[in-house]
Each structure stands twice: as structure tokens, then as C-alpha cells.
């Protein structure tokens, strides 16, 4: 198959309360793929709007978004920071996808299924193309590798399954617009192992989430330094003490959360966290989490709040990631266009 360009695409939605989940499991990797490769980082807020969004909420969380993007590390001039609305060829380019798409494919989404819930003929029909618009944003760059939770390799097959089809119903007016054997690379999805899986601070078993409703299950990226340290030491915890090994955190889901969260912020294994502070009582480990917890995210907090003192920086940051994003979706859509037969004028 023909040879792509390395490029790394993701994207968050702008939907409020942006947390530790987000970051340690999203963020830190984007910030580490920055440093070797070209990227591309995307406020999703046409994804947004596939729910009901209040307008000036929605303003506020796709600065907050950029924001958090930019005080976690994210460097704008270096990778391509955008909201995706500004870049017309994600919506041009779902259209086709769309059509490529088969509805047998969308059925499967388990993500539709558990968002759509009971009511399934009142959820938007946006909701249900959500996956096209995802497998557009990732093809309109033609980028071959996305960093995504587990949560959303499903959506990445129906990317590479749309890749596939569009590279195979066109072949011959690919060859004959000069493409080769393929358009669209297959893009490898980025796993974030189970280790980045950051858990609710009240129980373990479900993950870290912005809609619960308990703001205790979660740190959020703009909690100041005191509230961090709040929920850390409200944090569910069982009454054994830490074990030495990581055996002994199997059938203990907030011990192993909690060692978990402070090996991934201090960049170590849950084993070296052992080698500590196994032996030690909830209280002595909650201090030392606090302390690293603050040391690592308060700073972020500040900065966001920096940041978003002045949305006119933040808006502009956004305007100049949406002019190179322009500037390498054209060719694609062009081309695209030229592939499926349109008259181009
Ligand atoms: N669906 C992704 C999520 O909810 C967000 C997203 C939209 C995305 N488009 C993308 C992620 C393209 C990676 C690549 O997490």
C-alpha cells in the first residue's frame, strides 16, 4: 500500500469539566507525542452539539478546552491547536464518509447505544453519524495515528472500515487522479492502557466522569490546591494497608486507583509506588498523594485561569490552528472531490 506521512490527530469534546481523567489518561500522551511528531489537536465542538448544548456554555467550554490544552504543555505553535467547527472540511468530508458508511456498521456503536439509552428515537440523528464526523476528522488530515481511549477503539475500526471502502470503490479514480493504489491511510489507533484509566474517587469500579453528579468522584483540572487536597483525603479508601505487591491490589479497586493515579502522576510504575509506601495506613499515602497531586496540577489550574482571564489570547491561538488546519485540509477535500466525480469549479 502507498506510503503516508506520519501524523498523530485527536480531539476532545468541549463539554465541561475537564479532569484528572482527561489529563492522565488523554493529555500527558498528546504532550509526548509532541515532542517527536507532527500533531494535530482538535476541540470537537461539532461532536459537542450531537447533544443539547446551552450556546454561551458551549463558548466557554471550548476555551476552557484550548485553555487546558495549552496549561497542561500543549505548545499551539508546534502542534495544531483547533476548534473544528472554524475548518469546513470535517463537515464536507463527513458527507462523503456518510455515504461510505454502511447503517450496519453504525448499528454496532455501543457508544450510540449507551448515550441514546431508552429513548433512542429522540436522540439526534447527529448523535448517530457522531462516529462518521470522527472517522472525517481523522481522514480529512489523512493522519495515521490517534491517540484515544479504549473507549473509543470501536470508533476507530469504523474509521479504518471507511478508509478501506473508499480506497476500494474508487480504486480505479484513485489510480487515474494519481493516488496510487490508496487515498486514506489506515490509521492506527493509540491505545491508552488500563493503567491511565483513572477511576471515580468514590468507587472504584466506574471511571472518572464529568456528568457524575458527586463532584468528590473527581479532580477537576481547575480545582485549586485546597479542594485537590479535599477530595484526596475524602477519597474511598478500604482499612487494610497498602500491600507490597501489585497482586495484592486486585480485588481492592480504590487502593489500586489511588496508587494508580500516584504512579501515573509521578511518571513511575504502580510496582515502584509499592516498593514506597507499601505497609503504609490510607492517611500517610493520602499525604504523599496530596503533595504530589498539588505539585503537578495546581499549576495547571493557575494557568488555565490565566488563560482564560483573556479569551481574545485564547481566540486567537484558535484562529491561527485553524488557518494551518485549513491549509492541510483543502488538498484532501479537493481531492476528494475530484475521486467521487465532482465538477470542481
Ligand atoms: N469521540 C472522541 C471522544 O469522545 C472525540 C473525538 C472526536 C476524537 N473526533 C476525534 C478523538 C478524532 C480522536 C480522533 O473521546
Known amino acids: 500500500m502507498a506510503q503516508f506521512k506520519e501524523l498523530i490527530f485527536s480531539g476532545m469534546q468541549p463539554t465541561g469539566n475537564l479532569h484528572l481523567g482527561n489529563y492522565l489518561g488523554a493529555m500527558i500522551r498528546w504532550i509526548e507525542l509532541q515532542k517527536t511528531k ?9 461532536h459537542a452539539i450531537t447533544v443539547a448544548q446551552e450556546p454561551a456554555l458551549l463558548k466557554k467550554a471550548i476555551r476552557e478546552v484550548t485553555a487546558a490544552y495549552i496549561a497542561a504543555g500543549l505548545d499551539p ?3 495544531i491547536i483547533f476548534n473544528q467547527s472554524q475548518v469546513s472540511g470535517h463537515a464536507e468530508l463527513a458527507w462523503v464518509v456518510n455515504c461510505v458508511a ?31 464526523l470522527m ?4 481522514l480529512l488530515y489523512r493522519a495515521t495515528h490517534v491517540p484515544v481511549g479504549e473507549d473509543q477503539k470501536q470508533h476507530l475500526e469504523l474509521t479504518r472500515d471507511v478508509a478501506q471502502k473508499f480506497n476500494n470503490d474508487f480504486a480505479a479514480s484513485i489510480a487515474e487522479n494519481g493516488f496510487g493504489d490508496a487515498f486514506f491511510p489506515l490509521p492506527e489507533p493509540l491505545i491508552q492502557g488500563p493503567a491511565t484509566r483513572v477511576m471515580s474517587l468514590r468507587d472504584g469500579s466506574k471511571k472518572m466522569s464529568k456528568s457524575d453528579p458527586s463532584d468528590y468522584s473527581r479532580i477537576n483540572l481547575t480545582d485549586d490546591a485546597d479542594t485537590i487536597a479535599q477530595k484526596v483525603r475524602k477519597a474511598k479508601t478500604d482499612p487494610e494497608p497498602l500491600p507490597s505487591e501489585v497482586e495484592g491490589l486486585k480485588t481492592r479497586p480504590e487502593a489500586e486507583n489511588l496508587v494508580a493515579i500516584y504512579a501515573a502522576l509521578t511518571d ?8 514506597d509506601h507499601g505497609g503504609s495506613q490510607f492517611s500517610g499515602f493520602k499525604t504523599a498523594l496530596v503533595d504530589v ?22 481566540d486567537a491561538v484558535l484562529a491561527d490552528g485553524s488557518a494551518r488546519a485549513r491549509v492541510l485540509a483543502q488538498p484532501t477535500i479537493d481531492a476528494v472531490k475530484d475521486i467521487v466525480g465532482f465538477v470542481r469549479s
Open 135 to 138: 472517522a472525517a476528522d481523522i
Open 293 to 314: 497531586a498539588v505539585a503537578k496540577l495546581a499549576p495547571i489550574a493557575d494557568e488555565m485561569r490565566r488563560l482564560m482571564a483573556d479569551p481574545a489570547h485564547i
Open 102 to 132: 454502511r447503517l450496519g456498521w453504525l448499528n454496532r456503536m455501543t457508544q450510540f447505544k449507551e448515550k441514546a439509552g431508552k429513548d433512542r428515537e429522540n436522540a439526534s440523528v447527529g448523535l448517530y453519524a457522531y462516529p462518521d
Open 268 to 275: 513511575a510504575t504502580a510496582e515502584n509506588v509499592l516498593r
Open 77 to 79: 505553535k508546534k502542534s
Open 38 to 46: 507532527d500533531c494535530i489537536y482538535c476541540v470537537v465542538d461539532l
